[in-house]
């Protein structure tokens, strides 16, 4: 029995029917015997392997103990008894089992809240693609892992090779006294609780340490000091921010890495600041055609790890930055550099403060208050009335280098999914995998009716941010990456 931090309780506690707090990916496999494979005995294999492999995986093996009278966080009990014919299940495609066809089944599955009464995870196999492969979809609910933690369940579910042998099941017996009783569960609340009321007793110089030094550096930094105003600041009030539905859009789309690494060196920027500002040049585009794009660049929040090298638990360990994307500078090269500044002085200052912020803390009470402040949110027009903190949620997860397989299907495409919220109709996450990065655009329909002219605008972005570089650095195009020079191919 485990309770949950306060971290990650906080993601139960704010979920709504409206607004679903689990984490998801979609992904494209070629099923050995191409078309005319049988994918029936494909999904077999992948849910046996799924069952077996489930000892190596135990996040997948826990359930929700609630507290007595929701006094705080509930606990994580183990369950020896997942029922793997309801967690993995197996779905066709109506003809003509397009992409767009794809993308609408999988936003319609990313709308449904799990089932709370259960381990808080599903898995889908999903044929009838025209293309003759086969789509995985699995959603996890965040109380249970963030980005990174994702990451390491894939290598669990997953194999780096195609004839990788399947993992034995080893059965395990029912053990006694697994289901805790409400003493002991109040007793492990109350003991959670005092643990961190003292550990927040001995933080406290290390916070005051740490605000001591930012004000000290505040007339040291000036430039740093501004590029981090700029993004503490409102955004503008936009179509993506308003009060949303349940109703979900999804669309994926991939680039070649390297590609983006390349501009990334050549203007002595981050992968992420490439990322960022594709996805500005995506936004402008989009906001073009809805309403127009405001004179005042749009914030986006953007998460920051807060994982130690080496950290492999199932837990979220991360928090919320913000920063400008500069959506009001028209040219993309000059939007790069001001996104790269900026971004660097939020890294820096979230490095400086890294080691004081709390991933757990003190729940008594917060079952009850949190989700009343939930509904109190959505209902209070307050996205209407004031101007957005952030426009838009942007992450970006390292994910495995090297090709991955299940049951013997190489993984082709591998695209995250994630949360979007009442003000924030539009979450991209953004993940690395075998040499491409796999953009997942979640959309609230209420805010992006349809989320495929996200992808359209993505991939003009990516041709324009290219031809700029280009056009920078030499006359010709052969310092271009060649997918790039594909991409631009498709685009024009």
Known sequence: MTPLSGLDGTFLHLETPETPMHVASLHLFNVPGGPRADHAAWFDAVKSRTAARLGLAPVLQRRLAPMPLQMANPAWVHDDAVDIDWHVRHLRLAAPGTDERLFETVAHLHADLLDRARPLWRLYVIDGLASGQVAYYIKVHHALLDGQAGVLLAQVLFDDRADAPAAPRVPVAPRAG????????????LRHDAAQYVKLLRHLPDVARTLAGLAGAGGRGAAAGAGVAQSFAFGPKTALNTPITAARGFAGASLPLQALKDIAARHDAKLNDVVLALASGTLRRWLAAHGGVPRRP????????LRAAGNVDYTTQATMSLVNLHTHVAHPVRRLHAIRDAAAAVKALAGRVKGVLPTDFPTLGAPWLMPALARLYAGSGVT??????????ISNVPGPPQALYAAGARMTHYWPLSIVEHGLGLNLTVMSYAGAMGFGFVTARAAVPDASELVAALHASMAEL????????AASQRHAPAGARRRRAEVA
């Open 466 to 473: 290219v031809d700029a570089t280009g056009g920078r650095r």
């Open 178 to 189: 697994e289901r805790p009783g409400a003493l002991t569960l109040a007793a492990a609340a």
């Open 384 to 393: 209407r009335a004031v101007p957005p903190i952030a426009n838009v949620v």
């Open 298 to 305: 749009l914030i986006a929040a953007m998460p920051i790890s």
